[in-house]
């Protein structure tokens, strides 16, 4: 009996473990469950002798029709009463799952549509499930569901209705169809946002896995009126370089209404807080938050926003919003689906190297646009206060006061030409900004806006130059910015200008009455810095009058067309010519730069007469080109270290490319001077050449000049023609001719020393006879030596000849003399013809004449001293003045040649 038995069971054993076993039960138990509200299907039914009856490959269907997939299990264990099955029914009294997988399909692909991907599907998975599940008299509880959910540990409990009527009434019953595919829709966007959350949440990371719970009562066939209680609690949340101590959230859902009653976060500044409220398929969620937390990270971490990560704050920022976030999808044409008001108020705070003492704003965002209203920016410097709105139909608007060093916003000007603009002014504690604009345009882009203001600035710099006090109407729009109306104020005076149009791109100004009584090179300067070069040469009082009126291109100057007038009634200014600053009384200018050519006129008193000086300049910078016509009354210049007056003084410099052109002329010791010569040229840079002519120099006025003390009468011409090398006296060469007429032989240079020995020797009848008639020479310059072998002065009784050389580099003097009778006192003196031979030594100011006949045949140790030195070629301790000629050359040409010529 026992073995017929025991062979029953096993057999029965057996039998439950084969496939015709499941596939006998597998419709019979879909059928019971079906009957009870649970619709599922799964591929196999077997039964373990440890775990009961296990369904294999479970789908749990929402619907009798199964068309709504509510999720996939591995398997799950099927808990039976075992007394009513031994009775013939078949009763499942609980569900059991023991880590087990639950996968929630998100979206299902279409089979037909895409046969490849037809078993690829987007889910929530959890993992680890263990769970107990009890059926029950309709209703299904959930005791003790835990897995994990994307890492999250997950704990679900609740009591759900299970739908009542057996397969065969739900089968035969006619189902809504609209009411079923609009449950399905909803709950795909449902799953579709909880896969997009925990996405999200996948990004950070935790020090310990974060917990969620739920909670979860309602009927099954009636989702839309469940209640479900859900908290998250998480630690140590990181994500990159933000940090957060804890995360709290609390979500309630009831009848189809989504509560977030509390949203709790806190991180190293302070803390969020937030709740929000939302009915399913409503288009409005409603919010409130408020926070003292780390905003850059929030932004980044939460939003994926990286715009505010370069900020700092060093306390707590507070903002606080509330509004609606249209949801619903009705405003997708605007950039921003909500409606928000709120404030931002937060203090000290560094970004982009710049450190702010706080910042206080209201906060306005609509669909349509974004308003902020009462921003104040602090900065130790002082403050920005603002208004704007970005509108989608009004467009931008905007109304600011800065009372705050610009400076500060240099790190955030995108475009090149503002951080230019800004960088033009210098700011000191002391300085007061006061800067009110306003602005309107199409879009938030300043290029595209029309911006009008005005400004009135004290006590700093623009462009280097001083300024006690700047006002000005403003008005500018990529490209061009107008300045109207200015007024600057230094310590000097008062400057006013009509108009200044600045364009951009061209990059050119355009000046409109420019009239200022300051410093004219710190003026001009902050238009043109090379034209205030050329004005500085003349060193004018800073009282100076200027007028500015013209454009200038300062990018393009060949394309300048502006001109500049200075004038100073009574200060004075310098005039370099010669290596010498002269000083120009009641200096009046005018400069006009056309394209590439400056046309100057330049005029005042200089030496008690009147001065002028006009001409062009070729400003090309691969071209030396200039010509000046120089007039004065009267003109001083050194020579042999003595000032001597040139009068009735013209001068005309002309250069063309390596060769510059001088012709002089002057009235000089009331007689007539021209020089006429050439610079450059073939013979190079440094070479000279030229004629110099004197005319009936009065002696009389030349001694005044060089021999103060000696009685002179006559006058002297002569000519010189010469070559030469600038700064080289030793290169000096040439040769010429003086004549002197109806000179006394006393006023005669050189010889007029010799003319008192001559009366103690000579009767009184012929020594009375000292009045030269004529006297001239030739001579020769050569190596720093002025050489003449025939000078001859002549008188109605005796005649002076001359033969030697002046080393006019050392201003040494080696000279004979001799004295001839004529007529029949000659033939007397013929026996005593050493008496009248002299030797001349010393210097041009200074001539020893001294007869042979005393100096025996040996020679004086003086003269041979002056011989030996002349012979070995010394070079004397220093120089007499250059040459006119070279001298005009050196002078004239920086002065009127550009600061960018050669």
Known sequence: MKLVLGSGLLAGGVYLTTDTFGRTWREFVIGELAQRGLHLDFRRLIINPVGGIVAQDVQVFADAGRRQLLAEVNHLNLDFNIGRLMEGRFVVEGLELSHARVALPVEQE??????????????????????????????????????????????????????????????????????????????????????????????????????????????????????????????????????????????????????LTRFYLKDRLGEVNANANWTLGADDLRFHLTSSADLPGLASAFLSNEKLREIVFYEPPHLALEGVWHVGGGLAGHKRPVHVTGSLECGRFGTRGELFEGLKAMIGVAPEGVYIRDLLLRHKSGTLAAQSLVHEQQGTRYDLVLRMDPRAFLPFAQMKQTREIIQRFEFSPESSIHFELTGSGPEPDPQQCLNKGRGDLRRFKYKGLY????????????????????????????????????????????????????????????????????????????????????????????????????????????????????????????????????????????????????????????????????????????????????????????????????????????????????????????????????KNLSLAR?????????????????????????????????????????????????VGVLAPMLGTILPKQIAGYNIAKEADCTFEVADGNLVTKNFEALTSTFKILLDGRIDFLRDILDMDAQVRVRGLPGLVFLPFSELLEYKGTGSVSDPRWEAKLFRGVERSPRQDSTREAMKEGEKPASQPSEPVLPRLKKALTPLFKSPGSR
């Not at 009890?134 to 759900?160: D, K, S």
């Not at 005029?603 to 400003?619: E, H, I």
């Not at 007689?671 to 002519?693: H, I, V, W």
């Not at 000096?732 to 109806?742: D, F, H, P």
Request: charged share 25%; with cysteine.
């Open 110 to 259: 279409s089979r037909a549509q895409d046969k490849t991907n037809a078993n690829e599907h987007t889910v929530i998975e959890i993992e680890d499930l263990n769970a107990r599940v009890f059926i029950q008299e309709g209703r299904l509880e959930i005791r003790q569901a835990e897995g994990r959910l994307a890492g999250i540990a997950l704990n679900v409990t609740g009591e759900l209705l299970l739908p009542s009527g057996s397969t065969r009434e739900s089968r035969a019953s006619t189902p809504d169809k609209g009411a079923s595919l609009t449950q399905m829709a909803d709950l795909g966007r449902h799953r579709l946002g909880i896969r997009k959350a925990l996405n999200w949440l996948g990004r950070f990371s935790f020090t310990r896995s974060p917990k969620l719970s739920l909670e979860i009562h309602g009927a099954l066939a009636q989702p839309e009126e469940m209640v479900a209680r859900l908290y998250f609690d998480a630690d140590g949340l990181r994500y990159d370089s933000f940090t957060c101590d804890s995360l709290r959230a609390e979500v309630e859902y009831s009848a189809g209404m989504v509560d």
């Open 467 to 694: 300024l006690d006090e700047l006002q000005a109407d403003v008005e500018f729009k990529h490209p061009t910015q107008n300045y109207r109306n200015v007024k600057i104020r230094r310590p000097e005076g008062v400057g006013e200008v009509q108009s200044v149009e600045v364009h951009d791109e061209e990059k050119w100004v355009k000046l409109d009455g420019v009239k200022s009584a300051m410093d004219p090179v710190g003026v001009v300067g902050v238009f043109g810095p090379k034209t205030a070069e050329i004005i500085a040469r003349y060193r004018l009082p800073n009282t100076t009058r200027v007028e500015l009126d013209g454009t200038l291109f300062y990018r393009a100057p060949e394309k300048n067309d502006f001109r500049v007038k200075f004038s100073h009634p009574t200060g004075t200014g310098r005039y370099p010519l010669l290596d010498e600053d002269h000083i120009i009384s009641a200096p009046v200018g005018e400069l006009v730069f056309k394209q590439t050519e400056l046309k100057f006129d330049v005029s005042g008193q200089l030496y008690g007469g009147p001065l002028s000086a006009r001409g062009t300049v070729d400003l090309r910078p691969d071209v030396d080109g200039f010509s000046v016509e120089v007039k004065a009354a009267r003109f001083m210049q050194e020579i042999f270290n003595k000032r001597v007056p040139f009068e009735k003084v013209r001068a005309v410099v002309k250069e063309t490319g390596a060769l510059t052109k001088v012709d002089i002329g002057a009235t000089l010791l009331d007689g007539g001077f021209t020089l006429k010569g050439s610079f450059g040229g073939a013979r190079g840079p440094e070479s000279y050449t030229g004629d110099m002519e004197l």
């Open 702 to 750: 030349f001694s005044d000049v060089f021999m103060r003390g000696n009685d002179s009468q006559g006058d002297v011409t002569g000519f010189f023609k010469f070559t030469g090398q600038l700064r080289d006296w030793s290169a000096l060469k040439g040769s010429g001719a003086l004549t002197i007429l109806n000179g006394d032989l006393y006023s005669i240079p050189i």
